[in-house]
């Protein structure tokens, strides 16, 4: 089976919408419907893709193994489709009363190397054979930007780091739950007594 997308919040397009609109002057479209225009039409839209979420760890959950377990969702985020792939990502945050904001579009090798490694996971046999949805996972405090395929009941997920990440994480290489919370845990504890430190002087 290949790896699910999963099924996007409705808040979360309309704020897409608006902002995109209010701050570009484009409406968003899928691929699909993009591909139907003609060349002036094309002009005012941007094409999306893959829409997926966005979630965060905080460093006393990341400390003490829960890094997966406690992650919050903070945000869903749209690939911008052109010609030669992806290099752009939208993004529309959304806050602990699942309130949505726009924030605005982003580039970088984040976006390339999601799209990569989604193709290589997907070539896995686990995966093939398994039943994955996937997201992305921000650990701002420790540098980690992670591909997460959160697996069905039964099964196990899987973290694959973007580089660059935290010296404690090898770039591209896919995790397990168990293997990517215990590497982290030690740089956590060591971040959060630094924040201690820095806060007793």
């Not at 608006?18 to 941007?46: C, H, K, M, W």
């Not at 829409?51 to 919050?72: C, E, F, K, N, Q």
Request: with cysteine; proline share 6%; glycine share 8%.
């Amino acid at each position: 089976m290949p790896i699910r997308d999963p099924s996007v919040d409705p808040r979360s397009v309309v704020e897409l919408e608006r902002g995109l609109e209010a701050t570009s002057g484009v409406r968003p479209r899928s691929v699909a419907e993009a591909r139907a225009l003609s060349d002036e039409e094309r002009t005012t839209v941007l094409p999306l893709a893959r829409p997926h979420p966005v979630y965060t760890a905080a460093l006393d959950d990341i400390a003490a193994g829960r890094v997966l377990s406690d992650a919050r969702l903070v945000g869903w985020r749209y690939f911008v489709s052109t010609e030669g792939g992806a290099s752009q990502a939208a993004e529309v945050y959304c806050d602990a009363a699942n309130a949505h904001t726009f924030a605005g579009i982003n580039e970088g090798s984040f976006v390339d190397g999601t799209l990569a490694a989604l193709k290589t996971l997907e070539r896995r046999d686990d995966v093939s054979g398994g039943d994955f949805e996937w997201r992305v996972l921000r650990v701002p405090a420790l540098y980690v930007f992670a591909v997460w395929l959160r697996s069905a009941p039964g099964g196990g997920d899987l973290i694959v780091p973007l580089g660059p990440t935290h010296e404690a994480l090898e770039t591209e290489r896919a995790y397990t739950a168990g293997e990517f919370v215990e590497a982290l845990v030690e740089p956590a504890v060591e971040a959060l007594a630094f924040e201690a430190s820095r806060e007793a002087e």
